[in-house]
């Protein structure tokens, strides 16, 4: 008696390479998360007019050393980044599927095998925020909202080029002579 091996596409094959691929961007986002709060720290200083005040000089510096951080913290959270082993991603799709693990093995010898839901990816934000920065921006662009009302897009993108012209000038002075 010989045993059927899986096609390579199969629908098992296939259910255990997209869940390996959600595993994946859960262990990615955390890397992901300084650079998002350092772009959403950068639109509220400009959306508050913070970098219209600041030299060229001063305004590069603040965005070098923003970076340096987001990619010292993106470093720190991809420290102990390892792919998922086969075990690891077996035992996730069984749980997706409300089946045991040794099932899913049984199916690889099946030569019909049924559909396998994909579980949703879990929100991996918190490990790369462990201090909740993500809600403080949200509140801190709506109170600016509330209080300065729109600002222009403009004034907002000024604060991710310095070397542009300032989106918004606060004073324009006349010279008369």
């Given at each position: 008696m010989?045993?059927?091996?899986?096609?390579?596409?199969?629908?098992?094959?296939?259910?255990?390479?997209?869940?390996?691929?959600?595993?994946?961007w859960?262990?990615?986002?955390?890397?992901?998360?300084?650079?998002?709060?350092?772009?959403?720290?950068i639109?509220?200083a400009s959306?508050?007019?913070l970098?219209?005040?600041?030299g060229?000089?001063?305004?590069?510096?603040?965005?070098?050393?923003?970076?340096?951080?987001?990619?010292?913290?993106?470093?720190?959270?991809?420290?102990?980044?390892?792919?998922?082993?086969?075990?690891?991603?077996?035992?996730?799709l069984?749980?997706?599927?409300?089946?045991?693990?040794?099932?899913?093995?049984?199916?690889?010898?099946?030569?019909?095998?049924?559909?396998?839901?994909?579980?949703?990816?879990?929100?991996?934000?918190?490990?790369?925020?462990?201090?909740?920065?993500?809600?403080?921006?949200?509140?801190?662009?709506?109170?600016?909202?509330?209080?300065q009302?729109?600002?222009?897009?403009?004034?907002?993108a000024?604060?991710?080029?310095?070397?542009?012209?300032?989106?918004?000038?606060?004073?324009?002075?006349?010279?008369?002579?």
């Open positions: 010989t045993l059927q091996r899986t096609k390579r596409f199969s629908r098992l094959n296939r259910a255990l390479g997209w869940t390996a691929t959600v595993m994946v859960e262990r990615l986002l955390p890397a992901l998360t300084p650079f998002l709060l350092l772009a959403a720290a639109a509220v959306q508050w007019g970098f219209l005040a600041l060229t000089v001063v305004h590069i510096a603040v965005l070098v050393v923003g970076s340096a951080v987001a990619i010292t913290a993106a470093v720190l959270n991809l420290r102990g980044f390892k792919t998922p082993t086969f075990t690891e991603t077996n035992t996730r069984a749980l997706d599927n409300k089946v045991t693990p040794e099932y899913l093995l049984g199916l690889r010898h099946a030569k019909k095998q049924p559909s396998l839901k994909i579980g949703k990816a879990k929100a991996g934000l918190a490990k790369g925020d462990p201090f909740a920065l993500r809600y403080l921006m949200l509140v801190l662009i709506m109170f600016g909202y509330l209080s009302g729109p600002v222009p897009w403009t004034q907002v000024s604060g991710f080029a310095p070397l542009g012209k300032p989106g918004v000038v606060l004073v324009a002075m006349d010279a008369h002579p």
